[in-house]
């Protein structure tokens, strides 16, 4: 174990974020106002199980404790992580605050594709993506839980996105959202697709599946490799049924995405898929 995953699993989401935030706990999923924009109906969730927070609102950003206490206190990665494994107490090795630094911009990049992607679903322009869901049996709820999202047809468009809300063009490749076309231009990795994020053990989100609504081939396309992203290091779903697994040492090994979502989506707790 890292000493990251170390620090995350010392701390308690919940208790974290409620420090600071007014908190309504009635339900398996904490709800507020979003603590970074003002709004009046709440839009930031709490997910326990998998220690993540997402804002489904404005912000359209979501992250892990540690996240959390970067935008909370506007610190890097570094200082987050320090503050973090205080209240923890744990002594931490400069070398893994480093390296985790270091990829810090490519999560960041990411967890913006991801808001992107599920306003885009959520709009008029995910009508059929919505269809072919609500088809597997998935519906809106379980399609925000689940990280999926449409990244549109057309013009190149999470590219404009990520320039926007300030990720670098070296972080956006790095974590192949973009890539270059002949003429020296930059384009969307996915487009015309449904759009499910993939996050390692840790719930980070280190890359995205996309499955063809157009017909165009191939049918299901991953992040390319790269630094955060090895498909044949990675089992999908891992991040929700590591507890479950470790509890029952118990594993259910599926074939895709949608096969690991669907068994989630009916209580069995730990199933993980293949990426290929």
């Given at each position: 174990m890292s000493q990251v995953d170390e620090v995350k699993r010392a701390l308690d989401i919940v208790?974290?974020?409620?420090?600071?935030?007014?908190?309504?706990?009635?339900s398996r999923t904490p709800k507020a106002n979003c603590p970074f924009h003002a709004e009046r109906t709440p839009s930031f969730v709490l997910f326990p199980d998998s220690q993540s927070w997402r804002c489904f609102g404005a912000c359209s950003t979501g992250?892990?404790?540690?996240?959390?206490?970067m935008k909370r206190d506007d610190i890097d990665f570094r200082e987050a992580l320090q503050r973090a494994a205080?209240?923890?107490?744990?002594?931490?090795?400069?070398?893994?605050?480093?390296?985790?630094?270091?990829?810090?911009?490519?999560?960041?990049?990411?967890e913006i594709a991801l808001g992107y992607f599920w306003t885009q679903l959520r709009s008029a322009a995910g009508n059929d993506a919505q269809e072919y869901l609500a088809g597997r049996g998935i519906d809106m709820d379980a399609a925000r839980r689940r990280d999926m999202g449409l990244a549109p047809s057309g013009m190149d468009t999470?590219?404009?996105?990520?320039?926007?809300s300030n990720i670098s063009g070296k972080a956006a490749a790095g974590a192949g959202l973009v890539v270059q076309s002949a003429d020296g231009g930059w384009r969307d990795m996915f487009k015309g697709r449904l759009t499910i994020a993939i996050r390692d053990a840790e719930g980070r989100v280190?890359?995205?599946?996309?499955?063809?609504?157009?017909?165009?081939?191939?049918?299901?396309?991953?992040?390319?490799?790269?630094e955060l992203f090895d498909k044949s290091r990675i089992l999908y779903g891992l991040n929700w049924a590591e507890k479950n697994i470790r509890s029952t040492r118990i594993v259910v090994v599926v074939e895709g995405y949608m096969d690991g979502i669907a068994a989630h989506e009916h209580g069995f707790e730990n199933v993980v898929a293949s990426m290929g």
């Open positions: 208790q974290v974020v409620g420090e600071t935030v007014d908190l309504d706990t009635r992250g892990d404790v540690i996240s959390f206490i205080k209240s923890a107490g744990i002594e931490l090795d400069n070398r893994e605050s480093e390296r985790r630094a270091a990829a810090s911009p490519l999560i960041d990049a990411n999470l590219t404009g996105h990520l320039k926007t280190v890359g995205f599946g996309g499955r063809s609504l157009d017909g165009s081939e191939p049918k299901y396309l991953n992040t390319s490799r790269t």
